[in-house]
Nanobody, 117 residues
């Protein structure tokens, strides 16, 4: 079992920045692909981006050039740096972990991001 604890959400004005962090309670962190999803009110949960165990990131087109995912395999953390935020980025953001061998998945509790003037 892996526990994921998300943090860093809040209220920010359009054009602003936020940094989300996720701490994972596992000694096998390097065996997990990590990702960030988001869910806006009335919409399905969608993938924002992910990063492989080797550190290769990928992003949804809607956030490319604005968001950056990074991971620290020593501290067992994954961060999402969000710049140039837009009102449409408003959502609950969830950390996600998938074991590269078993494909078991785990979710964080979510952190609210609100972009509004």
């Amino acid at each position: 079992q892996v526990q994921l604890v998300d943090s860093g959400g809040g209220l920010v004005q359009p054009g602003g920045s936020l940094r989300l962090s996720c701490a994972a309670s596992t000694s096998m962190f390097a065996f997990y692909t990590m990702g960030w999803y988001r869910q806006a009110p009335g919409k399905q949960r969608e993938l924002v981006g992910s990063i492989t165990s080797g550190g290769s990131p990928s992003y949804d087109d809607s956030v490319k050039g604005r968001f950056t995912i990074s991971r620290d395999n020593v501290k067992n953390t994954v961060d999402l740096q969000m710049n140039s935020l837009k009102p449409e980025d408003t959502a609950v953001y969830y950390c996600h972990a998938e074991n590269i061998l078993s494909r078991r998945e785990f979710w964080g509790q979510g952190t609210q991001v609100t972009v509004s003037s």
